[in-house]
């Protein structure tokens, strides 16, 4: 029995030694950056609502850092001296609730991301400027940015992103006339429009506006009611018979089609 008792003590002094931390901003370190640097992987971080005037660094850690009050009241701001936000070394780290704002550098005035696949949520990213994404910029990595909204930034390419060698996964985000950018020089431009807005699908990344804009940026409208969550799913438009193979079938079902829509 006490063999017993000892074994279950050590299972519950080993599980807390190993458990994650949880760091407040002010109330237990004085900015986010000193939070960053002594955090582990897994552990927490939570900020308090302000303006918190910084240029934060991670750099292989994946941790959690959300605010308590979401990102209209919780501002991170360079102030014009580089970028805001640096993800570096592989990290996935999730950004959760913060306005980005301020950044000013070659690369990614308000996102910097190399080798790294972090994830931004429910973030606003704007006036941030750059030569290359202004809002983000990605050079081999698979970030992901959920329910975020570019807007005010400004670059030479790609005002909202700009991607090297990545595979950014928008889902459900804006981009009130930012610009999405890939290496080969293609752009998107999404134009804030006052029209309903539902899922519109370019290339591999999906974001909500209306249908005129994602028309426009050459992508393929869902419809108004739709939503990123499953409406851009890998499908083939060319394939008109729906039999996994674009052929000349295909071509001969469209020709017999040509005239007025019904």
Request: aromatic share 8%; glycine share 12%; net charge negative.
């Amino acid at each position: 029995m006490l063999r017993a008792i000892k074994y279950i003590l050590g299972i519950l002094f080993y599980s807390a030694a190993i458990a994650n931390d949880t760091w407040h901003v002010p109330r237990e370190c004085e900015t986010i950056q000193e939070a960053i640097d002594i955090a582990e992987n897994g552990d927490e971080i939570i900020i308090s609502s302000g303006v918190w005037k910084e240029q934060l660094v991670i750099d292989g850690k994946s941790i959690y850092i959300h605010s308590e009050a979401g990102a209209e009241e919780t501002v991170i701001h360079a102030g014009g001296m580089g970028v805001v936000v640096r993800c570096t070394g592989g990290t996935l780290t999730i950004f959760e609730g913060f306005t980005i704002r301020g950044g000013k550098a070659i690369q990614g005035g308000g996102v910097c991301i190399e080798n790294s696949s972090p994830t931004f949520r429910l973030c606003l990213i704007d006036f941030n400027s750059a030569e290359e994404g202004g809002g983000a910029y990605v050079l081999r990595g698979a970030p992901v940015f959920e329910q975020c909204c570019f807007s005010f930034n400004l670059a030479e390419k790609g005002d909202g992103i700009w991607a090297k060698h990545a595979r950014p996964e928008l889902t459900a985000c804006i981009f009130a006339g930012d610009s999405i950018g890939w290496e080969s020089g293609e752009m998107v431009t999404i134009r804030d429009t006052n029209s309903p807005a539902g899922a519109c699908c370019i290339r591999d990344v999906c974001v909500q506006t209306a249908s005129v804009a994602c028309w426009e940026a050459g992508g393929l409208y869902r419809g108004e009611a739709t939503t990123c969550v499953e409406a851009c799913a890998p499908v083939c438009d060319e394939d008109v018979t729906g039999d996994g193979v674009v052929n000349s079938t295909d071509v001969l079902r469209v020709i017999s089609s040509f005239g007025f829509c019904p």
